[in-house]
């Protein structure tokens, strides 16, 4: 079953080859792709979110302050009670630390990401994250 | 090693510019200024990071990129991170304020080591009013570069904002401090966008700060996937320069690769060497160079001293070697950019509007660039050789002759898109280098 998954970055990160390549990528898996684009404020994010209702929210971030505002942006959420359980990952580059980015992921996880991706495996795990959903 | 400059450098330096000053100086000496990206939170990182790079062994110019918070404008989130001790990814100008930073400059920017301002803000007016307030005098964007590929700004409102940040430039320059501007159009989206593109949205932009006053620009160009193509742009970037800009001080910045970059030591030592070499032999004054930690983390200051000094020694020694210049690609090059300029130019004789009605519709159009004003129907694809061009002009109304055997039809797959994306990566990680 096709899935609507909407592509977001944060509101300080103006990269977007990593949202141009999600989106692509999404949609040759045979999902929706939404790409609402870089530099996505938390309000914007929770209007879309509550306008769109997709299944996945994918935040990817590279500019290093995933690990800060990954976490406000669940919190605001976690706020709206139709956000609530909305399936949300986040990926990329989350902090400015190069490879001990993974100290980031269980703070990442603990406030309520489903999934966190990072370094070579990401986009493996992605898919196999996207299509373990669909089984759901 | 930069006694000589010190000492020739004039002492009306303050009323030129120290920005201005030097690079002309730096010119007349036949010496390539390098630079590097270095943007720390703290007071105390930042100045060391300037004094470091101050005592490279090359000539320098002092870069304080600011963080991406003030880069938004959201001067509270700066102050929150810097409060909570959150390690910032640059300086909050802003949020420091004058007083904090020119205490910061104090000793450090002289009128040899002038330091730039690089923030990526669609509307910068305060980061303007902050450096010009900290004694600085020169930065750079542009109402297209800082807003298409950074922001969510429509593009009427940074048209709008950066007209008033040149006209801020042009006063202060009248009161006798010749503060610069540097378009950073030569590097939309950082890869992938057709150098016939880059050179005439960075013409432009310098057209559009000259239209309010500016006296001293930069055009920009970022090196793309092959030096042959480089070096063809690199010229005609200087010819149409003469040609648009002759009335007020201008030169060119070249940017190392700033795509995807080489993982390994060796190809990122070897994609900055060629981006030197290519500065050096287009006659281009100014290299922004990046480091071997590119591909991994923000680099170390000690890793951006290193690629200063190395980019400077490879320039020195590239402006004696020989090289052959691609004369087909650079005319045709040249013919692609007078016509995209002349063609905005002819839309509206008030090149603010110009400018917007060109990427309403879509006759300029950046490739894969997200924004809400650009019409993102024009593809790019590498070539066989390794140039970079159209696969699609989009709306864009290139003429035929410009554009026959470059049509690609096929559809660009995420596969597709992440090899052109890693294609240097690959090109120099893979060691099939050749000289």
Redesign the interface.
């Known amino acids: 079953m096709s899935k609507k998954i909407l592509i977001s970055s944060i509101?300080?990160?103006?990269h977007?080859?990593n949202?141009?390549?999600m989106q692509?990528?999404i949609?040759?898996l045979g999902h929706k792709a939404i790409?609402i684009?870089?530099?996505?404020t938390i309000d914007y994010l929770v209007k879309q979110a509550h306008y769109h209702r997709p299944d996945i929210l994918v935040i990817s971030t590279v500019?290093?302050?995933g690990h800060?505002e990954g976490v406000e942006i669940m919190n605001e959420l976690k706020k709206h009670d139709v956000l609530r359980n909305l399936k949300t990952v986040i990926g990329g580059k989350l902090g400015?630390?190069?490879?001990n980015n993974e100290s980031y992921v269980q703070k990442l996880l603990d406030v309520g990401f489903q999934r966190v991706f990072f370094g070579d495996k990401s986009v493996d795990d992605f898919i196999s994250y996207v299509n373990e959903v669909k089984e759901q | 090693m930069l006694e000589t400059a010190e000492n020739s450098v004039n002492n009306d330096t303050i009323n030129h510019g120290y920005f201005n000053c030097f690079v002309n100086e730096m010119r007349k000496n036949n010496k390539l200024i390098v630079q590097p990206r270095m943007g720390f939170g703290t007071v105390e990182e930042m100045q060391t990071g300037l004094i470091k790079v101050k005592s490279a062994c090359a000539p320098t110019i002092g870069t304080l990129t600011i963080d991406?918070?003030t880069?938004?404008n959201?001067y509270d989130?700066a102050r929150r991170?810097l409060d909570s001790g959150?390690?910032l990814?640059g300086f909050p100008i802003v949020t420091h304020g004058k007083e904090t930073t020119g205490k910061m400059l104090e000793g450090v920017m002289t009128r040899y080591f002038p330091v730039q301002v690089r923030h990526?803000t669609a509307l910068p007016k305060e980061i303007f009013k902050a450096l010009l307030a900290s004694g600085l005098d020169a930065t750079e964007g542009g109402p297209i570069s800082y807003c298409l590929?950074?922001?969510?700004v429509p593009l009427e409102k940074a048209i709008q904002a950066w007209a008033e940040c040149a006209q801020i430039f042009a006063e202060a320059t009248t009161k006798g401090r010749l503060c610069h501007l540097e378009s950073f159009a030569g590097c939309m989206?950082?890869?992938l966008c057709p150098p016939s593109l880059l050179l005439a949205l960075t013409i432009l932009e310098c057209l559009f700060f000259k239209s309010y006053g500016v006296k001293s620009v930069s055009l920009s160009y970022a090196q793309g996937t092959h030096s042959q193509q480089d070096i063809a742009a690199l010229l005609v970037l200087r010819k149409l320069a003469e040609k648009y800009l002759n009335d007020i001080d201008w030169h060119v910045v070249v940017y190392t690769y700033m795509g995807v970059f080489p993982a390994t030591t060796q190809g990122a030592f070897a994609i900055l060497a060629e981006s030197a070499r290519v500065t050096a032999q287009s006659s281009c004054e100014r290299l922004i160079v990046k480091t071997a930690?590119e591909a991994?983390?923000?680099p170390t200051i000690e890793e951006n001293v290193a690629s200063l000094e190395m980019a400077f020694a490879v320039a020195q020694e590239a402006r004696t070697q020989t090289f052959s210049i691609d004369e087909e690609e650079k005319q045709r090059l040249y013919e692609e950019v007078v016509f995209l300029v002349e063609m905005v130019l002819n839309l509206n004789s008030k090149l603010d509007l110009a400018l917007h009605t060109a990427f309403i519709k879509g006759y300029l159009d950046v490739p894969?660039?997200?924004?809400q004003d650009n019409s993102n129907l024009s593809r790019c694809y590498i070539d066989e050789r390794g140039y970079l061009g159209w696969a699609s002009p989009g709306k864009i109304p290139l003429p035929g002759h410009l554009f026959k055997n470059r049509a690609h039809k096929k559809q660009?797959?995420?596969q597709d898109?992440?090899t052109m994306?890693q294609f240097n990566k690959n090109k120099y990680d893979g060691g099939h280098y050749d000289n």
Request: charged share 10%; with cysteine; net charge positive.
């Open positions: 509101s300080s990160d103006s977007t080859w949202l141009v390549y692509l990528l949609e040759e790409n684009g870089n530099c996505i500019n290093g302050h800060i400015t630390l190069g490879n | 991406s918070y880069r938004v959201q989130a991170a959150h390690k990814n990526g590929p950074y922001s969510r989206l950082g890869q930690a991994h983390r923000i894969y660039c997200l924004h660009v797959s995420s898109l992440l994306l």
